[in-house]
């Protein structure tokens, strides 16, 4: 028997049903199916993921990565293999943008933000090569323990990590 389990326990039936190709009205749903509308420059594209530069940068560089798909939130996905290697493949491809854009910077940070702190109801990892700039915003990008805030994607890959399946 396989369980499954998403942010919330019993939640999850609703969750999973509010995950759609596009939502109607999100702004990032235009930017990953390239909508006439959009005009976001994409760093990067494939069958599952879209980057591009954030509009209001915090740091020396700052992209973002978002599934094509959507999914409303880091609370929206489940201890599942696909979801797990959803969010390994959004932060291999910020490495890499990173690495390539801005390989000399002081460190990077890879994340997102918890509601009720994230802007747009679309999953999005913020990629960040340091330094902040200016270097007050680093305070959005900073965990804030039982209020949620931003949390590292590492955290994440933790949290949703499948365990192995038993079999009866």
Request: aromatic share 8%; proline share 8%.
């Amino acid at each position: 028997m396989r369980r499954t389990f998403c942010f919330g326990g019993s939640r999850v039936a609703k969750r999973m049903s509010e995950r759609a190709p596009m939502a109607d009205g999100c702004v990032f749903c235009d930017i990953a199916r390239r909508a006439p509308t959009s005009t976001t420059a994409l760093l990067y594209s494939d069958d599952k993921v879209v980057a591009f530069r954030d509009i209001n940068p915090s740091a020396f560089r700052h992209y973002l990565v978002i599934p094509i798909d959507h999914i409303p939130t880091v609370n929206s996905l489940c201890k599942t293999k696909d979801d797990h290697q959803l969010v390994s493949h959004m932060v291999k491809v910020g490495n890499d943008l990173l690495n390539q854009d801005a390989p000399n910077s002081e460190e990077h940070r890879f994340g997102f933000h918890q509601p009720p702190f994230n802007s747009v109801d679309h999953l999005h990892l913020h990629c960040l090569a340091l330094p902040f700039m200016p270097s007050w915003r680093q305070v959005k990008y900073t965990p804030l323990g039982p209020l949620g805030g931003f949390i590292e994607a590492e955290k994440i890959l933790e949290r949703i990590k499948p365990e192995a399946e038993v079999y009866s």
